[in-house]
């Protein structure tokens, strides 16, 4: 009994290894995308797994972008830009997650607060094409245009990612990755 269970130890420990590899190699530069969606940068952000995508358009001030992070089905994921500081509250999100069925939707709202109501609504800035969302290969991907605040081509960007309960967002943990997910980003040179 104590080789098998010595064996499975040593086999988890090799399929993690495995895993952190293959997600190092794979970078940003290779992400896949559906059709007629394409961006010109990308950054790998610093905690949670996820990537931001995006192409600037200078003469209107907006970005096109695409944010990916992994997540179960039961779990959430999201993103915004904070014109207001680099922290949660005033923080202008997107959160993408489903119901039972697999059915993904987007909700935006302006976070109140580090307990915010998550009411359906408008954000601070203009988001001129509305935003959709897939769910696919154990990643959520988020899809929106936004006309950056101030017309400024540097930002505070936030993202997250939690567990649901029937459909319904739980908050994220508070510890760890999850309270490191902010950072200044410059959409002229990523
Ligand atoms: C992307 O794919 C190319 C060709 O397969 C490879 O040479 C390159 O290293 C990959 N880049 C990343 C960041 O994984
Ligand atoms: C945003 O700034 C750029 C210069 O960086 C300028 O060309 C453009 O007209 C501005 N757009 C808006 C909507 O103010
Ligand atoms: C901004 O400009 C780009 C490039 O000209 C264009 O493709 C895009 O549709 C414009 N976006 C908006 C919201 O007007
Ligand atoms: C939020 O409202 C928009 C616009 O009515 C809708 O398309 C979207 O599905 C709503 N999101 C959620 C999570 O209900």
Not at 154 to 162: D, E, K, R
Request: hydrophobic share 40%.
């Amino acid at each position: 009994m104590a080789r098998s269970t010595a064996a499975l130890l040593v086999a988890a420990a090799t399929t993690a290894l495995l895993f952190a590899v293959g997600a190092t190699a794979q970078g940003c530069a290779n992400a896949t995308f559906p059709a007629g969606r394409s961006f010109e940068r990308c950054n790998t952000l610093p905690v949670l797994g996820a990537s931001l995508y995006w192409t600037y358009h200078a003469a209107n001030g907006t970005a096109e972008l695409a944010f990916r992070a992994p997540s179960t089905s039961g779990g959430w994921v999201a993103w915004g830009i904070n014109p207001t500081g680099a922290r949660m509250p005033g923080s202008n999100v997107f959160v993408a997650s489903q119901d039972g069925s697999g059915a993904v939707s987007v909700l935006m709202t302006v976070l109140e607060s580090t307990s915010p109501s998550l009411t359906n609504g408008t954000l601070k800035f203009d988001v001129p094409v509305p935003p959709t969302a897939e769910y696919a290969g154990g990643a959520y991907t988020i899809y929106t245009t936004v006309a950056l605040p101030g017309n400024s081509t540097t930002q505070n960007m936030v993202w997250q990612a939690g567990p649901l309960s029937g459909g319904s967002i739980l908050p994220h943990p508070t510890s760890g990755p999850n309270l490191q997910s902010v950072k200044r980003q410059d959409f002229l040179s990523g």
